[in-house]
């Protein structure tokens, strides 16, 4: 059964960078439209979606991210990244990937994501300090 494992959360400083990999194993995610979510401290159990990226490449993002955050994938591997460029302190979460068809703009808990989506991963942090 595929999973997805995220790597490359950590702490940084306003203004820095990070980029978070989300890995398939057990399977592929080639025909899957992929996603990442997070979930603040300040949004209790609600995820927020970050961004997605379709299967021909096509991406969106959340307002509050344009022009920071940078989404891509690569089949071979099957790696998903999201690159975060110029973070502030609110960018600090937990950070999730999913595949799925469908990417609603919150969810209400991981708990429902799991049963929504065809795959979710187990998170990464990522904390912004002034």
């Known amino acids: 059964d595929l999973q997805l494992v995220e790597s490359g959360g950590g702490s940084v400083q306003a203004g820095g960078s990070l980029r978070l990999s989300c890995t398939a194993s057990g399977g592929t995610f080639d025909d899957s439209e992929m996603g990442w979510y997070r979930q603040t401290t300040a949004g209790g159990d609600w995820l927020e979606l970050v961004?997605?990226?379709?299967?021909?490449?096509?991406?969106a993002y959340a307002d509050s991210v344009k022009g920071r955050f940078t989404v891509s994938r690569v089949n071979a591997p099957n790696t998903l990244y999201l690159q975060m460029n110029t973070l502030k302190l609110e960018d600090t979460a937990v950070y999730f990937c999913a595949a799925g068809d469908d990417f609603p703009t919150r969810v209400p808990s991981t708990r429902v994501a799991t049963q929504f989506f065809d795959h979710w991963g187990q998170g990464t942090q990522v904390t912004v300090s002034s």
């Open positions: 961004a997605t990226i379709a299967t021909d490449g096509t991406t």
